[in-house]
């Protein structure tokens, strides 16, 4: 809109002219110049020189847009975007429908905690017709650790959706549904990834689902900035994959020990080195995600999987549409259920810190092992 021609703004016609005279044939030609400068140039008044601007900036200026406008143009494209819901009714209220489409989802927390479990249930769901809520679809599930389980996941499509995984024919077709790939080095998941750029127009692909990307990067020999290097080709490449599938992407994370000059990173969180030295080691096992800080400014909603004094919690550490949540939850043969709807909003250092303290404790082992 800069370039748009004073000839074809609705100045009036002795303005008008005089710009052209003086060779100014752009809007922004003339907004490049104060006013003091055009009033020497076109030899006009003040008044005159600020009503051409005004005009000539209300033309050429992005209109405005309210909230209300905004959300309206999300509900018209909701096809082009939207959310996914997980069936975790709390969850999904605070997501504004569920996992988010076109960006990249991570689910982050210690081994055994239900990050496979939760990678399951949506795997399922995206593979359901529509009229059930999926997607209709099919899934590339990335199995790094090789925990996918096609008993595990039959046992909750039969629990969550009996009327469809009791009839063997369709059983079948929605576990036919799921594609897994299992790579195992970062190498051969990098020749993988073209294939699987063209399997999500060809297959028609509605979900990809990595479990887990930590577990690729700390298979390889490569270490500081060039292992860094190498992690961010990667990030790039998934993320251009959602945007360029419009398709919810998952992908899971494990924990690493937090340390000192993790915490004093963040001072909005700390409130200064010295209190953080003064903590004594407590009751639980305090730990942060991995892969670093890049690949935390990747991940567009952060999910982070806990267990405190014996509770497992699922909680929004990362959203651009929802505050901090913490729901707790518990893993039954249907999979990962909610144990009340109504979130616990965090604040400080809770946020992003990871809990383990209990968790022995509450893992189902039997459960576990069908992962």
Not at 31 to 46: A, I, K, P, R, Y
Not at 148 to 155: A, G, P
Not at 222 to 240: A, C, M, N, P, V
Not at 261 to 281: G, H, N
Request: charged residues 20%; glycine residues 8%; aromatic residues 6%.
């Amino acid at each position: 809109m800069a370039n748009k021609l004073i000839s074809e703004i609705p100045l009036p016609k002795s303005i008008a002219n005089v710009f052209a005279a003086r060779n100014i044939s752009t809007a922004k030609e003339a907004l490049s110049l104060t006013e003091f400068e055009l009033m020497e140039l076109l030899d006009v008044g003040l008044t005159e020189v600020r009503s051409a601007l005004s005009q000539i900036s209300e033309i050429v200026a992005p209109p405005y847009q309210t909230a209300l406008s905004l959300m309206e143009q999300r509900f018209q494209k909701e096809h082009l975007g939207g959310h996914f819901p997980t069936g975790l009714k709390g969850l999904d209220a605070a997501l504004c429908g569920g996992i988010p489409f076109g960006v990249l989802t991570e689910l982050v927390g210690p081994a055994g905690i239900g990050k496979t479990q939760l990678c399951l249930k949506l795997s399922l769901l995206a593979s359901l017709p529509t009229n059930y809520g999926g997607l209709d679809g099919r899934v590339i599930y990335i199995d790094v650790e090789s925990k996918f389980s096609s008993r595990r996941l039959l046992e909750i499509g039969l629990r969550s959706f009996p009327e469809i995984f009791q009839m063997k024919a369709m059983a079948q077709e929605m576990a036919g549904r799921i594609l897994v790939l299992r790579p195992t080095s970062l190498s051969e998941f990098t020749q993988s990834l073209e294939q699987i750029k063209v399997s999500l127009l060809q297959n028609q692909v509605k979900m990809l689902v990595i479990d887990s990307m930590a577990a690729l990067v700390s298979g390889e020999h490569e270490q500081g900035i060039r292992r860094q290097q190498t992690l961010s080709w990667h990030i790039s490449f998934i993320k251009s994959l959602a945007e360029f599938s419009r398709i919810p992407v998952v992908v899971t994370n494990q924990v690493r020990s937090h340390n000192h000059d993790d915490a004093s990173r963040y001072s909005f969180q700390v409130q200064s080195r010295d209190v953080t030295m003064e903590i004594p080691m407590r009751y639980d096992s305090h730990l942060i995600a991995a892969l670093g800080i890049h690949w935390a400014h990747a991940v567009t909603t952060r999910l982070v999987l806990e267990a405190k004094s014996g509770q497992r919690f699922i909680k929004v550490a990362k959203s651009p549409i929802s505050p901090p949540l913490a729901f707790p939850f518990h893993i039954t043969s249907s999979g990962i259920s909610l144990l009340s709807d109504y979130g616990m909003e965090l604040m400080g250092p809770e946020i992003n810190a990871i809990h383990c303290q209990g968790h022995n404790e509450i893992i189902n082992f039997g459960m576990e092992g069908l992962q």
